[in-house]
Nanobody, 124 residues
């Protein structure tokens, strides 16, 4: 069993940066494909980024490519999402997720474990 907990969200002006943190407990995240999703009010949850430290590549949504970077610290079992050049349309609750299928995918249905989410608000 894996538990995920996000932190690092907040209010930032357009053009600013935030770093989200996903603390993974219960097992090393190297066993899983890991991802970030987000959900804005009135919209469906959407894929942001995914990777696997067991191979399988790293992927980004077109809307965040070049601005967001996914990374991890295997010693502390933390996953990060560095978000730069933030835009008002990035405003959402951001979730980290883990999948027992180690090839990272973009569908939320693949992911077995979810955190509670952290709010990111970007003002114009």
């Amino acid at each position: 069993q894996v538990q995920l907990a996000e932190s690092g969200g907040g209010l930032v002006q357009a053009g600013g940066s935030l770093r989200l943190v996903c603390a993974v407990s219960g097992r090393s995240f190297s066993w899983y494909a890991m991802a970030w999703f987000r959900q804005a009010p009135g919209k469906e949850r959407e894929f942001v980024s995914a990777t696997s430290w067991s191979g399988g590549g790293t992927y980004y949504a077109d809307s965040v490519k070049g601005r967001f970077t996914i990374s991890g610290d295997s010693v502390q079992n933390l996953m990060y999402l560095q978000m730069n050049s933030l835009k008002p349309e990035d405003t959402a609750v951001y979730y980290c997720a883990a999948s027992r299928v180690v090839i990272p995918g973009q569908s939320s249905s693949q992911y077995d474990y979810w955190g509670q989410g952290t709010q990111v608000t970007v003002s114009s």
